[in-house]
């Protein structure tokens, strides 16, 4: 969404949502149920082509916030001794956008949420991952 207002320029909208602070876009993105981030993902995959490959990553965000309750101390590769919230990315190789993101606890290493992200995938898709 850091992008929006330059999307804003090339798209036509309604007058009220031209102006959308990131406060608002994120109320706006709270009020999506977990079915509605799921059949946004599963649309998401059903867009990439047939020949496209899946990858597959995770990153680590440091945040000082005592209020995320995903946010916690693990492994923590800047070595900066902050907490953090791990996030998982599944993106296509032909159109190199994301098609499923999860938020993830800081303090689980991956090997133990990969089967779990997995069996989320293959939800979203009859083709291999």
Do not use: C
Not at 31 to 56: G, H, L, M
Not at 62 to 77: D, E, M
Not at 116 to 129: A, G, H, V, Y
Request: proline share 5%.
């Amino acid at each position: 969404m850091q992008r929006f207002s330059r999307w804003t320029e090339l798209h036509h909208l309604p007058k009220a949502a031209q102006n959308l602070t990131s406060q608002r876009i994120s109320e706006l993105f709270q009020r999506f149920t977990e079915k509605e981030k799921q059949a946004f993902f599963k649309a998401q995959v059903a867009r990439q082509s047939e020949d496209a490959y899946w990858f597959y990553d995770t990153t680590s965000i440091s945040s000082y916030s005592k209020k995320l309750r995903q946010v916690q101390y693990g492994y923590n590769k800047e070595e900066d001794s902050l907490a953090q919230l791990n996030l998982a990315l599944l993106y296509g190789s032909t159109s190199r956008l994301p098609v499923m993101y999860r938020p993830l606890s800081g303090n689980i290493p991956d090997a133990k949420t990969l089967p779990w992200l997995m069996s989320l995938f293959d939800e979203l898709t009859d083709r291999p991952i």
